[in-house]
């Protein structure tokens, strides 16, 4: 069972358009939501994060929505560029520092010029 | 700043053979080294994590058999692949937490393992 779920699958926005993509997770236990980026060939890299305690974080263009009642978060992406082009993932930890990332499949998102 | 690097970034071997990859954090003390696999089907699957001062623990379905590490210390790392097969295709990649800020967790490029 995918303890972490994304989508959409897919997504294709216009240059400038906001890309919303969503997240869900069953583990009530889970406190720590990052959100990597990661381009074809390449590893993931850490875009943006929240802890459970918070409903909203902002990092320039990059903005987590948090709910923490409906175990549900988002990204949003505002002024899309053909180069936030990726594949981005939601995962989500425990407050254990042993324990690993749970990652859900991606979002993959196309920003057309 | 943080980095992670790996190598090799990717390896063709011949099923049946091993394959070996490693691991080095630099700019930052790792608390914590996780190995994950990447694959198209089955998203990233945690192979086994170490933390300091504890001994590594293997996922599910992973075991110290199939995938030995040796982390001599925490801003290294190597796992081999013994005995690849088609299913152990995929992008092995290792992220360590900087101790520094708390839960980030860095990965490195990854290593390609492609088995024909």
């Known amino acids: 069972q995918q303890q972490v779920r994304q989508s959409p699958q897919s997504l294709t926005v216009w240059e400038g358009e906001t890309a919303i993509l969503n997240c869900s997770y069953e583990?009530?236990?889970?406190?720590?939501f990052p959100w990597y980026q990661q381009f074809p060939g390449e590893g993931p890299a850490l875009l943006i994060s929240i802890l459970s305690v918070s409903n909203k974080k902002e990092d320039g263009r990059f903005t987590i929505f948090f709910n923490k009642r409906e175990k549900k978060l988002s990204l949003h992406i505002a002024d899309s560029q053909p180069g936030d082009s990726a594949t981005y993932f939601c995962?989500?930890?425990?407050?254990?520092?042993?324990?690993?990332?749970?990652f859900g499949l991606g979002t993959r998102v196309s920003v057309f010029p | 700043g943080a980095l992670v690097y790996q190598y090799p970034r990717r390896t063709i071997c011949k099923s049946g053979t091993s394959m070996r990859m490693e691991c080095q954090a630099v700019?930052?003390?790792?608390?914590?080294v996780a190995w994950y696999r990447q694959s198209p089907q089955k998203t990233f699957e945690l192979i086994a994590l170490s933390t300091v001062n504890s001994a590594i623990k293997y996922e599910q379905n992973f075991t110290q058999e199939k995938f030995p590490i040796s982390h001599p210390n925490l801003s290294f790392s190597s796992m081999t692949v013994l005995n690849a097969y088609l299913e152990d295709r995929g992008l092995y990649l290792c992220g360590a937490r900087d101790r520094s800020s708390g839960n980030t967790l860095y990965f490195g490029e990854g290593s390609r393992l492609i088995v024909v």
């Open positions: 995962a989500a930890r425990g407050n254990n520092y042993a324990q690993g990332l749970t």
């Open positions: 583990n009530s236990a889970f406190d720590y």
């Open positions: 700019g930052f003390q790792a608390t914590s």
